[in-house]
């Protein structure tokens, strides 16, 4: 995740009427050297403010952003098609293997693999999900048919839940877990019909299915708002959804996207809701009230988005653009949403700042 603190490299560029401001960034500190497929953490947060999670080639490499320094690469080698990782907060990283059969748990501080967790053998796992706080991670089974989502307590290291629906399959690329790790939503689809997916909320305190609604058509991408109370969900048709967690009642359905979006990000307050068409077929990012769904803001830039993250602290959206170097930072501002209604930007010093604009090598 892209840290609150990183809002303080901004140079603003406001635009009057709007309210997203757009921003260019300089860079805090340069890095260079790094395999070409390095790709930082996806859909985890850092380690903290400044050590990153790092992924290069088939390695995971703890960097610190501060310094340049490299702190640790951690030893377990991962699957080439499927390098899915997360933070088993504070002091560990949870990894699929490079097998795909169990996923291993790796200590932070010295590399080293402290537990694995396997079902049995010959079931490959074809997904990892991890909740925000570390404790609860969620795999997908592509061997068993039906398939199954295998639910692991972290904090006691056992299998909780092997959980199946007759008939049916997950779509496991599409899973969400609230934060607390309480609920875990993915979409579901009935093997023998070509029908319209739909989306399923299991309780993972019993290990129960807890709410299923089918949306008018099928989910391109899926996540959950823990503090919005909401699960929202991008469709084949260019709409956009959300439905009450607890209740599975909808809440609202948006239209706006030109080209299904097939991205969508959710600002840690729960105040807001951002989706993009990660294929470029339509360049715009459109931001919704995660209560409402009224439009608060549509950025269209001149190329397409190649990734774009919510600062921790949800004042601003950091864009990266096919074809250019330099990020962009857009400053949220609208007067609906709570604590956002002005465009403000604290501008201390990432870090030392000994280190600003310094170039690290990363070997």
């Known amino acids: 995740m892209w840290k609150a603190d990183d809002q303080l490299l901004i140079e603003r560029l406001a635009m009057p009427n709007s309210h997203m401001c757009s921003n260019s960034c300089f860079a805090a500190r340069k890095r260079s050297g790094a395999n070409r497929r390095a790709l930082l953490c996806t859909g985890g ?7 990153c999670l790092l992924l290069c080639g088939r390695e995971l490499r703890i960097y610190n952003l501060d310094t340049g320094e490299l ?3 951690l030893r377990e080698v991962m699957n080439q098609k499927m390098p899915f990782f997360g933070l088993n907060r504070p002091d560990h990283v949870v990894a699929l293997s490079r097998s795909r059969m169990y996923v291993n748990m790796m200590n932070i501080a010295k590399g080293e693999c402290v537990a694995t967790f396997k079902v049995g053998e010959d079931r490959f796992l074809n997904s990892l999900t991890v909740s925000e706080n570390g404790k609860t991670c969620v795999c997908g089974d592509d061997t068993q048919k039906v398939s199954a989502l295998l639910v692991w307590d972290l904090s006691q290291r056992k299998l909780m839940y092997d959980l199946r629906i007759p008939h049916h399959e997950f779509l496991t690329r599409f899973v969400a877990i ?20 739909f989306i399923v909320v299991y309780d993972l305190a019993s290990g129960t299915l807890f709410k299923r609604w089918k949306p008018g058509a099928s989910s391109l991408a899926l996540t959950i708002s823990t503090p919005g109370g909401s699960v929202v969900a991008a469709l084949e048709d260019a709409t956009v959804t959300a439905n009450d967690l607890v209740t599975g009642n909808p809440r609202w359905l948006v239209k706006g996207h030109t080209y299904p979006a097939d991205t969508i990000r959710v600002d840690p307050r729960g105040t807001f809701v951002l989706t993009y068409d990660s294929t470029g077929h339509d360049r715009a990012i459109r931001i919704w009230d995660m209560q409402t769904g009224a439009s608060l803001s ?14 921790a602290d949800s004042r601003c959206v950091v864009v990266a653009l096919a074809g250019r170097a330099d990020l962009i930072t857009l400053v949220i ?9 002005d465009v403000k930007v604290d501008e201390k010093i990432y870090g030392n700042e000994e280190n600003k604009g310094k170039e690290f090598e990363l070997t």
């Open 45 to 51: 947060p850092m380690i903290d403010d400044f050590q």
């Open 71 to 73: 702190v640790i690469k």
């Open 178 to 197: 609230t934060s607390e790790g309480h609920y875990v939503a993915c979409v579901c689809r009935e093997k023998e019909e070509h029908a319209v997916n």
């Open 298 to 311: 549509v950025w269209t830039p001149d190329s397409p988005v190649t990734a774009c993250e919510v600062s």
């Open 333 to 341: 501002a609208h007067k609906t949403l709570p604590g956002l209604e």
